[in-house]
């Protein structure tokens, strides 16, 4: 634990790394180079489902500069299948590249190798390619019946998994209930979409049959395993590193494109490198899974929750990596702060023509975060109760802390009431609301939004024992190394690659203050370098995840190094342990500050004049450790688990007015009360919430993947997949609360999502407190002003 | 005037952060193809290669510009000026001083367009407003900070006047 006397973690202390960033100094993937290097383009499918009759390169591969030319046969020849971290029953060998059948638009089938990209993408023109297509399906819901275009035909079925968990007496609820509120929402595709698309550079050493990868993928961890397995290479002789990443959010992996470029190096003895551009990140990188459910929501007349059953389909595409995710993740989240007994959950993972679903800013959240809230606001409008205090009678409070859910999630600590209500004070509650009847007998048209959320932070991967049936990866993890040179600067690295959460700086103010020295002194390593940052299979940034495994790591590291230091500095000053402090960078006798020796002076005893050091002391000061979260357990038996660890919440408070000539929806004040425990650096934590805020607001307005029935993306670009631009978007104004988490060890929870995972609700019902009076309740996602205006009458 | 072949190597001279540049480029290239792989200029990124996110924002002869849409060979004697060129040597602007200040980025991707768009809407409109200044930025996608710390960073930046 940081001491008492901690000087740095708590202050908003400018990035360092931002220095680099605002003259143009960061080092993105597209940045490096390699000598003789290569550049590859990948051909992908025009077609959301074809047999590949016949794939001649022979023209391509004949073209000056090209070096290479690899098709999926290749492919399927020279690596292995790509192991998926969920192996359901979709479990059919998917390799780098499409071998006899494409299954969604921009599925790659043929990579080439040239001297440049210009020349590999013209070779791309010359690769023929015979199709015969065949019939796609776009829809989840027509995916998983009889007759049905199949994925794989070879598995029967385009569903990879379908189960119904229930958690207490559910029928009896909905029997004995005053009523029971029924609705179906549904959720668009979307993607948090980062402005670096994704890359690599692959290089092989025949001498050591050994690949190196520079990548800005942000879960190196599972990337090696799987890159090793599909190569037939150990893990020994794979070295992957991230340089800066351009914001990941959940999207920056596909190891496919990484085996790509490995074997293309591999058939030409050169490096290679590919970088995404914006239409295939949009094509064929990663959506969020689109979804239908429908709720069930029983209540007492008072409006008490008594039971919420759900059925929920989520449309993976071709996603063979990680189906069943967003399930899991929703299941783990579906109480959404309320204390509700009796919970069923029924749901299935459909595979369709469509780009592989994948991880995506709160993973599942945000839509069952939209379905719950958007219940919420209707069953208030039912019961004639402000939607607010409908929400008040209902959460979990903060003396029933820690509280476990039904299905087994557990809230660590919070005061929710108390969230709302600051949110309610910050944004004027009871003013919007007597404006708004103003405004109403005017014409115009404001509505207010509320919506709440929990927010956990880490993944227990043991949760895929639901879907597997047997338990592979668990538990929540990170690793850390720091190291105090001989010049007594210290240096440490982390198995999470920073993909702009500022690491550079948090990470040294926690050092800082375990050793007592200051942020400056201590450098934290850029990115990720397998060969030299201490990792684990989990490792990597994902999940919200720094402050509950990540954090553990560093203070775990920092403290042997901390109490080795001190060992030294007693042994040199003949006096005991317990009798010393580091602070100001030195070892000082508690009350005698004269007395001291500086960390440069133990670091010399440590590395050079290691006679010098209590007998049994090894020398050197470098402390590797990794930290468990505490919380994550294998499933129980009854079928019980914490999927996401350490609950942080946030209230979101949003004024709309709807202009009613135009259907335009303009957001005129947006308030965000979050807690996410204690922050470590408010600058970083307060960006972090204005971010994620817009990614919900995005996806509530103005974000969505359209497909026509043929299976063709209708909105590949950014002139037609539209993200918030700063005219769109007000000020997001944030308060918080401060209530430590009693599992991690600074008191720290998870911030990336809190934004993201109740902004869609939260605007969505804005929307329809507006149109109320006409009847409009709003049930899918983006509400666009064509919509409004046809709610409006427009035709 | 027959239209180049687009591998076909024309002569360009223009300049870059006040320095003379003559190359020999293909038609094809692109103006950040031209800075980034032949002159080592990374500071400018792209980010989609059409013209709709900003991130490889320079000025052309004082006025904002997209270097993913133009070729450099369309630019003879032009004055173009990068995120290098708007750092002075050994320290930061005060523009790139108040970015950092309020933490106006995460990633760090969009942040040089970002900053050469605002150095072009601050050598317009001294001290703008917030509307101004969202208006200004609004052909920069930033994906991280939902804009809410560039926005305070302009108006820190901006002369006194500028109203919040």
């Known amino acids: 634990m940081s001491e008492p006397g901690g000087r740095w973690v708590g202050a908003a202390l400018p990035l360092k790394e931002d220095a680099r960033f605002v003259a143009g100094r960061g080092r993105f993937l597209d940045d490096l180079g390699r000598p003789r290097l290569l550049h590859a383009a990948m051909l992908r499918s025009p077609h959301a489902h074809a047999r590949i009759v016949r794939l001649d390169a022979s023209a391509a591969a004949a073209m000056p500069g090209v070096l290479a030319v690899l098709t999926g046969a290749d492919a399927a020849a020279r690596s292995g299948p790509i192991r998926p971290l969920i192996p359901t029953t979709a479990a059919v060998p998917d390799y780098c590249l499409a071998v006899d059948r494409v299954r969604y638009v921009g599925e790659p089938i043929a990579a080439v190798a040239a001297v440049d990209r210009a020349t590999a993408e013209d070779a791309l023109e010359r690769l023929r390619v015979e199709y015969e297509p065949l019939p796609a399906v776009v829809d989840p819901e027509a995916a998983m019946r009889a007759g049905a275009p199949l994925l794989y035909p070879e598995l029967g079925t385009n569903v990879v998994w379908h189960d119904a968990l229930t958690y207490g007496d559910v029928d009896g609820a909905l029997a004995r209930a005053d009523g029971v509120l029924r609705e179906r929402f549904a959720i668009q595709r979307y993607a948090s979409t980062p402005l670096e698309t994704f890359g690599a550079i692959a290089e092989y050493d025949p001498g050591t049959d050994a690949f190196e990868f520079w990548t800005n993928d942000q879960r190196p961890g599972l990337t090696i395993s799987i890159l090793a397995a599909s190569l037939g290479v150990p893990q020994s002789r794979v070295r992957l590193h991230c340089p800066d990443i351009g914001g990941a959010f959940g999207n920056k992996r596909r190891p496919a494109y990484l085996l790509v470029c490995a074997l293309l190096a591999r058939a030409t003895g050169r490096p290679v490198k590919w970088v995404e551009d914006r239409i295939e990140n949009l094509t064929a990188l990663m959506h969020a899974c689109n979804g239908v459910m429908d709720v069930e929501l029983a209540y007492r007349a008072d409006g008490t929750l008594l039971a919420l059953s759900v059925r929920d389909v989520a449309d993976e595409g071709k996603n063979l990596l990680t189906p069943t995710q967003h399930n899991l993740i929703k299941l783990g989240n579906i109480a959404n702060g309320y204390r509700i007994p009796a919970v069923r959950y029924e749901a299935w993972s459909v595979l369709t023509n469509k780009c592989p679903s994948g991880a995506n800013r709160g993973i599942g959240k945000p839509f069952m975060c939209f379905a719950v809230e958007r219940a919420m606001t209707l069953l208030a409008r039912r019961l004639g109760l402000d939607p607010a205090e409908l929400r008040l009678r209902n959460y979990v409070t903060a003396d029933q802390m820690p509280y476990t859910t039904p299905t087994g999630a557990e809230y660590d600590s919070g005061d929710y009431p108390a969230t709302l209500r600051r949110a309610l004070e910050r944004f004027d509650y009871a003013g919007w609301r007597a404006e708004q009847a103003r405004a109403r007998a005017a014409g115009r048209l404001l509505g207010i939004g509320i919506a709440t959320s929990v927010e956990p932070a880490g993944t227990n991967l043991a949760s895929y024992e639901l879907v597997t049936g047997r338990r592979a990866a668990s538990g929540s993890a990170e690793a850390a190394m720091v190291r105090v040179e001989p010049d007594g600067q210290v240096r440490v690295s982390l198995g999470d690659p920073s993909s702009g959460q500022g690491y550079e700086t948090v990470v040294a103010q926690i050092v800082a203050d375990e050793l007592g020295v200051t942020p400056e002194a201590v450098s934290v390593a850029r990115g990720f370098d397998s060969a030299t940052t201490p990792w684990l299979y989990l490792s990597g940034n994902y999940s919200n995840k720094f402050s509950v495994t990540d954090v553990g790591a560093v203070v775990g590291a920092a403290a042997r190094v901390r109490a080795k230091l001190l060992r030294i500095a007693a042994h040199r000053l003949e006096i005991d342990v317990g009798d010393l402090e580091l602070r100001d960078g030195a070892a000082v006798v508690r009350g005698a500050p004269d007395r001291r020796l500086a960390i440069a002076e133990l670091a010399r005893t440590a590395y050079a004049d290691v006679l010098g050091l209590p007998p049994g002391e090894d020398p050197g000061l470098e402390a590797h450790h990794i930290h468990q979260n505490p919380l994550a357990r294998p499933v129980d038996a009854d079928r019980r688990v914490r999927s996401q660890l350490v609950f942080a919440n946030a209230a979101h408070c949003c004024l709309v007015e709807i202009d009613p000539r135009t259907g335009r929806i303009a957001l005129r004040t947006y308030v965000v009360v979050h807690d996410c425990g204690r922050e470590l650096n408010p600058l970083i934590v307060e960006g972090m919430v204005h971010g994620s805020t817009v990614h919900g607001i995005g996806a509530a307005l103005l974000e969505e993947f359209r497909y026509d029935e043929t299976g063709q993306l209708l909105t590949s670009t950014f002139m037609d997949y539209l993200k918030p631009t700063a005219a769109d978007v007000p000020t997001i104004e944030v308060d918080r609360l401060e209530h430590p988490s009693p599992v991690t060890p600074l008191g720290a929870k998870g911030v990336g999502e809190g934004g993201s995972i109740p902004g869609p609700a939260a605007v969505a019902n804005a929307v329809e407190d507006a149109l109320a009076h006409l009847g409009v309740v709003v049930r899918s996602l983006p509400i666009t002003p064509e919509q409004v205006w046809r709610w409006l009458g427009g035709s | ?164």
């Open chain 2, 1 to 164: 005037m027959t239209p180049a072949a687009p591998a076909e190597r024309l002569r360009v001279r223009l300049t870059v952060n006040g320095e003379t540049v003559e190359r020999e480029v293909e038609a094809r290239r692109s103006l950040a193809d031209l800075l980034r792989d032949d002159l080592g200029l990374t500071g400018t990124h792209v980010g989609c290669e059409h013209g709709v996110c900003g991130a490889c924002t320079v000025l052309v002869d004082g006025r904002s510009a997209r270097s993913c849409l133009l070729l450099a060979v369309q630019l003879p004697g032009a004055r173009v000026t990068t995120i290098e060129g708007l750092t002075p040597p050994g320290g930061l602007s005060p523009l790139q001083e108040a970015f950092r200040a309020c933490h106006a980025m995460q990633c760090g991707f969009c942040t040089p367009g970002m900053i050469v768009a605002s150095t072009e809407l601050l050598a317009a409109t001294p001290a703008p407003d917030e509307a101004a200044i969202r208006e200004a930025l609004a052909g920069n996608l930033c994906m991280c900070t939902g804009y809410v710390n560039i926005v305070r960073a302009v108006i820190r930046a901006a002369a006194p006047g500028g109203r919040p």
